[in-house]
């Protein structure tokens, strides 16, 4: 553990310059003692490195020295392939080991470069998650991470919308859906997705299993979630939209039931109106979907979406007539 950090600390003033004993320490997360204790102990190894005491002083590297302690461990080189994810990193156990690489990697960069990078990370930040949206609890998460990285079986107990199941599965692959982690794994012959959230409870078999041959995470996941937002869509409404509200739908639907949506759409008759077939998972759903565009669409079947949006708007207008009699 102090190795690494030693290690750290080195490429920090590399990469920093000068720098103070209390920053360093916050960088560390070790207390300001410790830090100079270890300045004198990478001296004492041969290191060119002085603190300079006072207002305008700090701890740094003797003008023109490098270290060649550049090179990434198999952790860190893992980790810098979610060096956008910091929060992805830290669920996965790979916080610290993602510091030590990027700083290892900005230290191998030339001035120059180094200093373009630095700006990078200053002025652009990636957050993924959407608004209003809390992470599940996932307190199995890491019981799944070593299984994963080790190619362990694992048995959980899953809980469903109706009931608690338990299954034995070969975990292959975790994906960070909108804050949300999905485990993708094999159970018995078919590959499955699993929200970790709902795993109540996990734990490794001690058996080993083979992955399958050539897996495609990212291609599997892409293909399971397009199927399984269309097996979302159960139900249809058949609608005239005005035109220039048609693009609202956008902001309304999923993306499946938009591009089916558009591909039924006809061209805008002499009103300007334009009819499409909308497909949702229910009409409760479609109804709230359609509602925001008011007016400017119109429900020709089913009767049933019909019969709802006339009596949600009746009972609106109900409300706002009482208020305005009042007032």
Not at 15 to 44: M, N
Request: glycine share 6%.
């Amino acid at each position: 553990m102090r190795a690494s950090r030693l290690v750290q600390l080195l490429l920090l003033l590399q990469t920093r310059g000068r720098t103070t004993g209390p920053e360093l320490a916050r960088e560390l997360e070790v207390s300001v003692r410790t830090v100079y204790r270890d300045i004198e102990a990478l001296s004492a190894a041969g290191v060119p490195i002085y603190s300079e005491p006072g207002r305008a002083g700090g701890v740094q590297l003797v003008d023109g020295y490098r270290t060649r302690l550049t090179g990434l461990t198999t952790e860190e080189a893992d980790a810098v392939l979610l060096a956008g994810q910091p929060a992805a990193a830290a669920d996965l156990g790979l916080g610290t080991v993602l510091a030590t690489a990027q700083l290892k990697v900005l230290a191998a960069l030339p001035p120059e470069l180094r200093g373009r990078a630095t700006r990078i990370a200053e002025r652009v930040h990636v957050d993924a998650a959407g608004w209003f949206h809390r992470p599940d609890e996932t307190p199995t998460l890491a019981t799944v991470v070593d299984a994963l990285w080790h190619d362990r079986r694992l048995d959980i107990r899953y809980q469903r919308k109706d009931r608690a199941v338990e299954r034995r599965l070969d975990p292959l692959g975790l994906v960070l859906k909108a804050g949300t982690w999905y485990l993708i794994a094999r159970d018995r012959s078919a590959v499955r997705s699993y929200r970790v959230g709902r795993i109540t409870s996990a734990e490794q078999t001690g058996e080993s299993f083979t992955r399958p041959e050539g897996f495609d995470l990212a291609g599997h996941w892409s293909t399971s979630a397009d199927d399984f937002a269309r097996s979302m869509l159960r139900v249809r409404a058949r609608c005239r939209i005005a035109a220039s509200h048609v693009q609202r739908l956008r902001l309304t639907n999923e993306p499946a039931a938009v591009a089916e949506a558009m591909a039924s759409a006809t061209a805008p008759d002499a009103e300007g109106w334009i009819e499409v077939t909308i497909p949702s998972e229910s009409f409760e759903v479609l109804a709230s979907a359609l509602l925001p565009l008011g007016e400017f669409c119109e429900v020709l079947d089913p009767p049933e979406l019909r019969d709802r949006l006339a009596a949600t708007a009746f009972a609106m207008a109900e409300r706002y007539r009482g208020t305005a009699a009042t007032e």
